[in-house]
């Protein structure tokens, strides 16, 4: 535990044995000074504070400083640029934080044993004015890059002898605000990988074109549903639906406009079907819609809904206004209760073709005597 002294001590020790004079002090600071800039305070979420004074882990560790050291405050400074007079983390910020953010940030443990003594500290405007402060050290904090993120901070108002074994319990302080640190930072990468695998994952899932299920999701959904209305006892339903003469549309105004009347089909035919209800692009411009509980009758309904969705009114593509028109195959576990789930995908495929040969723009239901 550190002694208090009123008598006067020695103008500066310092943990940096090869360092004793005044002098050192501005050297030995400088390492800390270059990386001034690179680091900001680091504020507080909640408010415009600098983190170090609410945050509850470096709060307790603050308090537990204080104790150990019994000084007047032991502050944790996070970033190296003083608080901005004119903010409110300067307003709500103590004297004491003040003084510690001003005390240029040093790559090495400081120890001024007597301000007053301090080639630096001697004409700090709190040290010649209230609250008078005559003693302070630090160390410093580094993150897990050994890049210099701040310092914890000893402050008392009269002169101290500062010990070996003091300087060791403010090294292991320090240690304690760089673990909390560490560990903050990891939870932010680890929170910061997880948005990213979660949209990577989306990406994979998705049709870079026109946004629904790619192949392989809408595979997967039906896999699942079926499993799921299998084990309820309800059934299940599917729609393949083709647009009808997509080539000649390709052709006539070219690729770019072929793509963009998939994008605006596909929107149609989401807006025909419910939340727990899949579209997804299962070939260039075939889609499958999965329709988990619903029996054949309500897919004929959804397939006719998507049908005059489709039909009803031109789409406007670029400066031309086209009529498009869409088939669809629907299959159901009502008509075909053992079937796989490529065997309804297969009974709706015939189904469908079945409705481009009785002329198209109409909707088939799948029967045994079409496959
Ligand atoms: N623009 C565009 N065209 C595509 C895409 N994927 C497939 N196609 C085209 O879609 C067309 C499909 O032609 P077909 O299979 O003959 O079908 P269709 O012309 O719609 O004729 P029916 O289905 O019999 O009515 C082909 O020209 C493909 O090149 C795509 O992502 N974008």
């Avoid at 993150?143 to 914890?152: K, P, S, W």
């Avoid at 997509?246 to 994008?263: E, R, S």
């Avoid at 040969?357 to 088939?364: E, F, I, K, L, S």
Wanted: proline share 5%; net charge positive.
């Amino acid at each position: 535990m550190m002694c208090r002294s009123r008598k006067r001590p020695r103008t500066i020790a310092r943990t940096d044995r090869s360092s004793h004079s005044a002098r050192s002090h501005t050297k030995m600071t400088s390492s800390g000074r270059l990386r001034q800039a690179e680091i900001p305070m680091l504020m507080s979420e909640q408010a415009d504070v600098p983190l170090g004074e609410v945050d509850p882990e470096i709060v307790r560790i603050r308090r537990i400083g204080k104790r150990l050291f019994d000084v007047a405050n032991c502050i944790v400074t996070l970033g190296s640029t003083a608080p901005d007079s004119s903010s409110a983390g300067a307003l709500s910020a103590s004297i004491e934080t003040a003084f510690c953010y001003s005390v240029p940030l040093s790559g090495e443990p400081v120890v001024v044993t007597d301000t007053r003594n301090d080639q630096m500290l001697a004409r700090h405007r709190l040290v010649v004015g209230a609250p008078y402060v005559r003693f302070y050290a630090a160390h410093p904090i580094y993150n897990q890059d050994r890049v210099l993120i701040g310092a914890v901070n000893l402050i008392d108002y009269a002169p101290r002898i500062f010990r070996d074994s003091d300087r060791q319990m403010l090294a292991d302080l320090a240690a304690l605000v760089e673990r909390e640190m560490q560990v903050r930072s990891m939870s932010a990468l680890q929170l910061d990988l997880q948005r990213k695998n979660k949209s990577l994952r989306r990406k994979s899932l998705i049709d870079p074109l026109i946004g629904t299920w790619n192949r392989g999701a809408i595979m997967r959904i039906l896999t699942i549903e079926a499993i799921r209305c299998d084990k309820a006892g309800a059934p299940l339903s599917l729609i393949v639906a083709d647009l009808d003469y997509f080539k000649k549309i390709n052709d006539t105004y070219g690729h770019p406009a072929g793509d963009a009347v998939l994008v605006k089909v596909a929107s149609r035919l989401r807006s025909c079907i419910r939340p727990q209800e899949a579209l997804g692009r299962y070939g260039g411009e075939e889609f499958l819609v999965v329709l988990p509980g619903s029996s054949i009758n309500t897919a004929m309904a959804v397939a006719e809904r998507m049908r005059r969705a489709i039909a009803s009114q031109p789409e406007a593509i670029g400066d031309t206004t086209l009529n498009l028109t869409i088939s669809a195959g629907i299959a159901s576990t009502d008509l075909f209760p053992s079937a796989t789930t490529e065997e309804l995908i297969s009974r709706a495929d015939v189904a469908l073709y079945a409705a481009k040969d009785a002329g198209r723009n109409c909707v088939m239901r799948a029967q045994p005597d079409l496959s």
